[in-house]
Structure formats: C-alpha cells, structure tokens
C-alpha cells in the first residue's frame, strides 16, 4: 500500500492537518481542492476571531469546547511562526438586560469550566471606561482577554506556503469524485485529474464533508450551510472598536459582532439563516439580512458611520453538522478514513487543535511514522510596502524598482508586491487580492483590476483575455478581439 495521505479540502483546518502531517518522515501529503486557490470555501468569509473558547457547552458540544480553548492558545505560535498579522485585543460580551447578565454568569462558570484564562464579568462603567463607543445601555459585559483578530485568507495562505515549503503537493481546481473503498480499506481518491491512491484519506471539505463521508459509505451525518452576511466600512470610517464586541449570544449564534478587522476595516455581521442542505453556493447577500446586522449592531455601540461609508457586503456560508459537534475521528470502518468536519464557529479557533488531534487519532490507528529532523516551522511573509519607513523604502526601491510603482492606491500595494505574490502561488485576480489586499480598499478594484490583470498575464506568459477572477468560467473575456477584427484565428 502506497503510503501517502490525501486531505480533502485546503481550507484553514485541511491545511492546518496537513501542515502537521508535512512534519512526518516518509509520508507524502497531497492537498485537494476544487476551488482555484486555497481558503475560498468557508475559510474565505467570516468573522477572523480567535475566540476564547467560553461559548461552548462542553457537556453537549466537547469538541468544540476543548479543542477552541486549546486552538486559541496554540495560534499565539503558530502566528508568529507563519508570520501571521493577529490582533489579540480580547473580546467582551455586552449585556442590556436582566436576561443577559444571567446569560453573562453562565458564559462565565462555562469559560472558567473549558480552562479560558483572565475571564471577567465588568459593569457598565468598567465597559465604557475599556470601550468609550459603547453604547449607555449595556450595564455589564464579559471580558475575554485571549481572543483575537487576524485575517482568515491571510492565515490559509500563510498556512499553505509553509504546507508547500514542507513538501505538500496542493492540487486546486481538483475535484473528488469518488472515495475509492476495497476490502473495507481505503485506497484514494477518483479526482477530476486522475485516482490519486492513498492509504488515508482526511475528509476536511467543509461544505461538502457529507458529501464526500457518503462516497466512503459513511452517512451518519449531514452538513447544511448557515450563511452570514457582513458590511465592511472604509478604513477611514470610525468610530472603530478596539476590542470584539459581541452581544449575549443565542441558541443559534452568537450575535451580529463589531470589529476592527486586522487590517483596520470597521465591519459588523454576521446574521446566521439557515439553507436547504443544496445551497452549498448561495453566497448572495439579502436587503433584509443586511438591514438586520445593522439594526443589531447599532444596539451594540452609540453610533455607527453613515452607511455611504460602507464599501463592501458579502456573505459566508458556515458548515452546520447534523449533531452540532466537530466531527473529529479516524473510522474502523472503511480503515483509513478520517474525518474533520461540521468545523462550524469556532472552527477557526480550533484548527491547530484539530490538526494535532488528528494527528494524535492517526496515531493511535497505525500511522507510525517519525518526526523529520529538518522541518521548517517558520514562513516569511510577503514585503508590504506600505508598513515600511522611509529608510526602508531608501533602501528597497532602488534594488527592486518595481516596488515602487503603486498598483492599487487604497490600500497601497506595488508592482513587486503582485509579482511575489504570483510567484507565491497566486493564478487569479482573486488570488493577488487575498494575498495583497489589493482590490479591498475604497473603488473595490475599480483602478487597479486590469493593471493585475496585465501584470497575471505577463508573469503566467497567457493572453489577457484568459485572465480569470477565480478560476476556470470567470475569464476576463472570450478571446483577443484585435485578433478577431485582424480576421486571425482565435485559437491562436
């Protein structure tokens, strides 16, 4: 039997195991996708908290409630390893009513119960002292110290650069069709590409988790998708929180939030309606979600900015299991199937956790392989311009002077910039986005989205026209047109 692993799916917690496993001697680990680039799945769109770990109920939900608790203490390295940009500003739940505070006690004594360090329940005074914005209505809140902010693409791609610089073969654009089982055993994956043989196979799909559990004969559960929807202001747009402002949470969610996105962006969301178990792809947003998150956000803080100050809204869709908990296990049947999946709120949070659970789990079911001696923990990020003094711009823009050609001026990003992050993996006008920022600020790429275009196609040697957005179907345009008005042949 081949000895290779294949993960299914390159979202945070795929990439997180395989970035664990990639530290094994002799096991090959391939990463399948079939979105363009890594991280566009859920990992793409959602809140970016590191939360604590008192939301959960360790009783109904010991998943969740052990392994966010412990994710959250283990990205403090894994952040600095991969030079992961993280907020850690802490969090506090308001409370407005008698309800809530009761609701604050038992956040407390959970909190307390899951091992969540420096847990404080503050009046409204202490509250507004920490966070003037808040509004005169909330008497008391719960502060959470440990939980932070970072930038969930940022993060996915950090983690699959360091995956690829350990030897781990991503695959996007690759679809599983099939999970191929003999003799109760796995062998691998039938993919759009080609069967990619394996002795295991880590079902981290996300949305589709159920799907491909039930290509192995595994139907216990089901996934439906839970989509949120967000607005995201201009930089310059404030007042802006300096810490994650949550309300009392519900049965359901925890709230519509108010942050400051790591990047400096105010933004408030999510609302949390639940699909049919086919909308895997309705990503839209609603006028009637939107105007809820902004109801339930001005309730939080005294006033928001204008709504012309908004420059983005978009939705997530979060993977909710049947059950409600991480499914996190390694199968006796078929052998060699694992699962981490149903990686709902605070899937995020928990993802190292996961990974190194895991990888405990694969362990204690026959995966004896060894710790290589030469792994590499750390990852250098990307050079941002725009985080430079002037003695360093002296000295960077004359050895590279493609650095100082400005592509995309709201958020500052160069030339040099698009180009290193093309020659990270970027195929996609997407791609560069999630990498530079370029696109986020104010025009929304209005300026800059052809000059990386043209900057994609000089660097991948393709025509233009065949530039995508994110993948294959989202082309720029249909062909070259000045060949077409020349009368040559479009194919060439």
């Known amino acids: 039997m081949l000895d290779r692993v294949v993960v299914v799916g390159a979202g945070v917690v795929g990439l997180s195991i395989a970035r664990v496993l990639s530290a094994l001697e002799g096991l090959e680990v391939v990463v399948v996708e079939k979105e363009a680039d890594v991280g566009w799945g859920a990992s793409k769109a959602n809140t970016g908290i590191i939360h604590s770990g008192y939301d959960d109920d360790p009783v109904k939900y010991p998943n969740r409630a052990r392994l966010a608790v412990k994710g959250n203490r283990l990205w403090t390295t894994w952040a600095e390893q991969l030079s992961i940009p993280v907020d850690w500003c802490g969090s506090l739940v308001l409370a407005r009513s008698l309800e809530d505070r009761r609701v604050l006690r038992k956040l407390l004594a959970r909190g307390i119960r899951n091992g969540v360090p420096a847990l404080r329940i503050l009046d409204g005074e202490e509250v507004r002292a920490l966070e003037p914005m808040v509004s005169e209505d909330v008497v008391e809140a719960l502060w959470s110290p440990t939980a932070g902010v970072l930038s969930p693409y ?28 003999k003799g109760g055993s796995v062998e691998g994956v039938e993919t759009s590409r080609g069967f990619i043989g394996a002795r295991w196979v880590v079902n981290a799909a996300g949305l589709y988790a159920d799907e491909i559990a039930r290509m192995a004969g595994v139907s216990d559960y089901t996934i439906t998708p839970r989509r949120g929807e967000y607005l995201v202001f201009d930089k310059d747009a404030g007042p802006k929180p300096s810490r994650i402002l949550f ?14 996105t790591v990047a400096g962006n105010l933004m ?43 420059i983005r809204v978009f939705s997530g869709l979060r993977p ?171 194919a060439d």
């Open 154 to 181: 940022e993060a996915t791609v950090a983690l699959a650069e360091n995956c690829v610089e350990n030897g781990v073969k991503i695959l996007t654009e690759t679809l599983v069709k099939g999970v191929r089982v």
């Open 247 to 260: 309300p009392s949470p519900t049965p359901v969610s925890k709230g519509v939030v108010v942050e400051t």
């Open 268 to 310: 408030i969301g999510p609302n949390a309606v639940d699909l049919p178990r086919d909308a895997k792809e309705e990503t839209y947003t609603t006028k009637e979600g939107l105007a809820y998150v902004w109801r339930e956000a001005s309730k939080l803080v005294k006033k928001l900015p204008g709504k012309r100050e908004v």
């Open 320 to 490: 909710q299991p049947s059950g409600g908990d991480f499914i996190v296990r390694v199968l006796e049947e078929p052998e060699g199937f694992v699962e981490a999946a149903g990686m709902r709120s605070p899937g995020l949070a928990a993802a190292p956790a996961v990974a190194l659970e895991i990888l405990r789990l694969m362990r204690l079911n026959g995966l004896d392989h060894g710790f290589k001696k030469r792994w590499k923990a750390e990852r250098r990020a990307g050079l941002r311009i725009m985080g430079l003094g002037w003695d360093m711009l002296e000295k960077t823009v004359p050895r590279n002077p493609s650095y100082g050609r400005v592509v995309c001026w709201c958020e500052g990003v160069t030339e040099g910039e698009v180009v290193d992050a093309i020659r990270r993996g970027a195929k996609t006008i997407d791609g560069v986005k999630f990498r530079t920022r370029a696109g986020m600020g104010r025009c929304q790429g209005a300026f800059c989205r052809l000059r990386i275009a043209a900057i994609l196609a000089r660097e991948l040697g393709k025509p233009i026209w065949s530039i995508t957005v994110k993948g294959t179907g989202s082309e720029l345009g249909v062909g070259d047109v000045k060949s077409l008005l020349e009368g040559e042949d479009v």
